[in-house]
């Protein structure tokens, strides 16, 4: 069974910095591709970063590129976005997920509140 854990956020002011840890079991975790999205009161989820299985090949949303940054840990199957110069419009519910299992809506775990404000 598929079980993604996301922990560490929490409310800080703007510019601040938070890092986000996710513990995925399921599929082999080194053999999938993993990536973060986050959803807004009132929009959809959205992506906001990926990371292949190697770690080779990164991507981000052009919202955040610049500002976080994604990583992962084979061993310790688990996968890592910090977070820097927070502005309010990252407040979100942010949630890890095998990419692979997005487009069917499945995999995904309860999510960490993320709240950016002054």
């Known amino acids: 069974q598929v079980q993604r854990v996301e922990s560490g956020g929490g409310s800080v002011r703007p510019g601040g910095s938070l890092s986000l840890s996710c513990a995925s079991s399921?599929?082999?975790?080194?053999?999938?591709?993993m990536g973060w999205y986050r959803q807004a009161p009132g929009n959809e989820r959205e992506f906001v970063a990926s990371i292949s299985r190697s770690g080779d090949y990164i991507l981000y949303a052009d919202t955040v590129k610049g500002r976080f940054t994604i990583s992962r840990d084979n061993a310790k199957n688990t996968v890592t976005l910090h977070m820097d110069s927070l502005k309010p419009e990252d407040t979100a519910i942010y949630y890890c997920?095998?990419?692979?299992?997005?487009?069917?809506?499945?995999?995904w775990g309860h999510g960490t509140q993320v709240t950016v404000s002054s």
């Open positions: 997920n095998d990419v692979a299992l997005v487009g069917l809506d499945i995999g």
């Open positions: 399921g599929r082999t975790f080194s053999s999938v591709d």
